[in-house]
Structure formats: structure tokens, C-alpha cells
T-cell receptor
Framework: NAGVTQTPKFRVLKTGQSMTLLCAQDMNHEYMYWYRQDPGMGLRLIHYSVGEGTTAKGEVPDGYNVSRLKKQNFLLGLESAAPSQTSVYFC???????????FGSGTQLSVL | KNQVEQSPQSLIILEGKNCTLQCNYTVSPFSNLRWYKQDTGRGPVSLTIMTFSENTKSNGRYTATLDADTKQSSLHITASQLSDSASYICVVSLYGNKLVFGAGTILRVKS
């Protein structure tokens, strides 16, 4: 039982490049989330999904897109990376709206 | 505005000592409050959950308290160990699936 798996773990991009972060969970959870974590700040919600085929914007969605074509996967895309997107990205999932979150181990992204 | 503030920002204690971390929130409508532990380079892991009617809950050497009247929570760590070195994050859930995260307290336990 792997829980929540994120790939890649590290990535360096040049400004303007694109990339996709993959999140996979094997717990059959309905809810999935993408957060970014910056020094001195709490985790901030980028986008989330309450079920297969659904997505919604969080508090910092600009510059990111997501897709949830399969229940177990939640993809985060950066179409044209900017230095302000340098951060650590965490994916999380949970079964219900009030249940605890299960987090992946994070993706450290640097945009030069 | 829904906010969660944690104090102190960072803390250094000697192995074997106790410590208390604080969380103040201005969140409505309140559903529950969780404390998460985040080891360096890892994702956060849930330690405890507190609902509106609960005052105290323990998980081994971790004891969380909640005062819903003053909107304060604390996490007390007893007999600290080197493995307790981590960031501790307070997360408040609102009804309607919204979560508000604190910035965390970085704890370092040294021998």
C-alpha cells in the first residue's frame, strides 16, 4: 500500500518551459488536492478535485491547470513556468470532506 | 478573514524536555482542528484531531488541547526525543470542505 505517490521528486525548469506533476493514490479516495509550500507560509491550495472528472480552483490557481481523468490520478500542469512558481508542491488525498489528509512526499521545483 | 496563527515560529529544546506549541485561529464555521507533523523532506502526517466538543486528546507523548471559546489550541510534547524534530502544522477545517493552514512551528530537539 503506497499511499500517495508524487513524481518527479525534483525538477529544474527554465522560465517559459512547461511540465506536469503526477500524483497517484491507491486508497480509493474521492478528494485530491495540490498545495504549494513556501518558506514562512502555510500550505496554500492551488486546485482540488472532489471526484473523478471534477476540478476546482483553490486560493492560488493562476499559472496552473489540473486534470482528474482517473480517480486515482491528479495531474498538475505548468504551461509556462515563472520564477514565482519555485516552490515545494504537495499532493494530498482524503476520503471525505472532514477526514484527515494523506500527503505525498513532495516535488521540489526550481524555475530559473 | 479566516486565519490560523502559530507560535513560536521556531523552538530549540534539549532531549527529554517538554514543550508546548500554540495555535490561535479566527475561523468560522469551525468543524475540527488537526495537528500535523512534517519531517524534513516529507509530507505532513496527521497527529490528532479535535472537534468542537473535545478539550483534550492524546496520542502517545503528544497531547492536544482545544479551547473553543478563546479559539486556541496547544500541542504539548512530553519527554521530547530527537525524532520529534520537525515542523508542526495546525490545520482548521471549516464546514464546506475548506481547510486553513497555519505556517507551522519548527521544533529542533538537540542532545
Amino acid at each position: 500500500n503506497a499511499g500517495v505517490t508524487q513524481t518527479p521528486k525534483f525538477r529544474v525548469l527554465k522560465t517559459g518551459q512547461s511540465m506536469t506533476l503526477l500524483c497517484a493514490q491507491d486508497m480509493n479516495h474521492e478528494y485530491m488536492y495540490w498545495y504549494r509550500q513556501d518558506p514562512g507560509m502555510g500550505l496554500r491550495l492551488i486546485h482540488y478535485s472532489v471526484g473523478e472528472g471534477t476540478t476546482a480552483k483553490g486560493e492560488v490557481p493562476d499559472g496552473y491547470n489540473v486534470s482528474r481523468l482517473k480517480k486515482q490520478n491528479f495531474l498538475l500542469g505548468l504551461e509556462s513556468a515563472a520564477p514565482s512558481q519555485t516552490s515545494v508542491y504537495f499532493c494530498a488525498s482524503r476520503q471525505g470532506g472532514l477526514e484527515k489528509l494523506f500527503f505525498g512526499s513532495g516535488t521540489q521545483l526550481s524555475v530559473l | 478573514k479566516n486565519q490560523v496563527e502559530q507560535s513560536p515560529q521556531s523552538l530549540i529544546i534539549l532531549e527529554g524536555k517538554n514543550c508546548t506549541l500554540q495555535c490561535n485561529y479566527t475561523v468560522s464555521p469551525f468543524s475540527n482542528l488537526r495537528w500535523y507533523k512534517q519531517d524534513t523532506g516529507r509530507g505532513p502526517v496527521s497527529l490528532t484531531i479535535m472537534t468542537f466538543s473535545e478539550n483534550t486528546k492524546s496520542n502517545g507523548r503528544y497531547t492536544a488541547t482545544l479551547d473553543a471559546d478563546t479559539k486556541q489550541s496547544s500541542l504539548h510534547i512530553t519527554a521530547s526525543q530527537l525524532s520529534d524534530s520537525a515542523s508542526y502544522i495546525c490545520v482548521v477545517s471549516l464546514y464546506g470542505n475548506k481547510l486553513v493552514f497555519g505556517a507551522g512551528t519548527i521544533l529542533r530537539v538537540k542532545s
